[in-house]
């Protein structure tokens, strides 16, 4: 599994350093240079240590909730440098926690609509020895609605690099909702 990652990873630079000059779908510039990207995603299968989106479940009296949100600049046509914070936590009869998550990482617009994200994202968690890890990538389409607004559906899978966190990888389904300015 790991060397299908490096091959994708390997494929991205590929496609990142062979991009186009020309837009094809995105007439507007809403990921041209000096542009600026807030974005909000709700994640289908995210890791409970490590989340910038938004969340809430629960189950039999317990619940985990987040709330957070990513950033980015757009340091070339096409290409944003990201950040993200998320707070959230776990309640339960048994247990009763907090997490701060984090993430930083590069999204790329293919073709100016197709996003390709690899980021590290990491979590401080309340009262737990071992905090997560993840080195993730994603993929997905752009649906621009205007000049200023995205929805962006796409497919994610983080990759644990903690040996002894008990969530290990995990694929997601997310849903963005980005506003470029």
């Not at 507007?28 to 938004?54: C, H, M, R, Y």
Request: with cysteine; net charge negative.
């Amino acid at each position: 599994m790991k060397n299908c990652i490096f091959t994708f990873v390997a494929l991205l630079v590929f496609g990142i350093t062979n991009a186009q000059d020309t837009k094809i779908g995105n007439d507007n510039g809403q990921t041209d240079q000096g542009k600026w990207l807030i974005e909000v995603n709700t994640g289908f299968g995210t890791p409970a240590g490590s989340n910038t989106g938004f969340d809430y479940s629960s189950t039999d009296g317990d619940s985990v909730y987040n709330i957070g949100a990513e950033a980015g600049y757009f340091v070339i046509d096409d290409l944003a440098l990201k950040v993200g914070l998320g707070y959230g936590g776990i309640n339960s009869d048994l247990y009763d926690t907090h997490i701060f998550s984090y993430k930083i990482g590069a999204k790329y617009y293919i073709a100016s609509m197709i996003p390709v994200q690899v980021d590290y994202s990491g979590a401080t968690i309340k009262d737990v020895d071992a905090d997560p890890s993840y080195l993730g990538i994603q993929a997905g389409y752009a649906i621009f609605l205007g000049s200023n607004v995205s929805i962006e559906p796409g497919i994610r899978y983080n990759l644990s690099l903690n040996d002894n966190y008990t969530e290990k990888d995990t694929f997601q389904l997310n849903v963005g909702f980005a506003l470029h300015f």
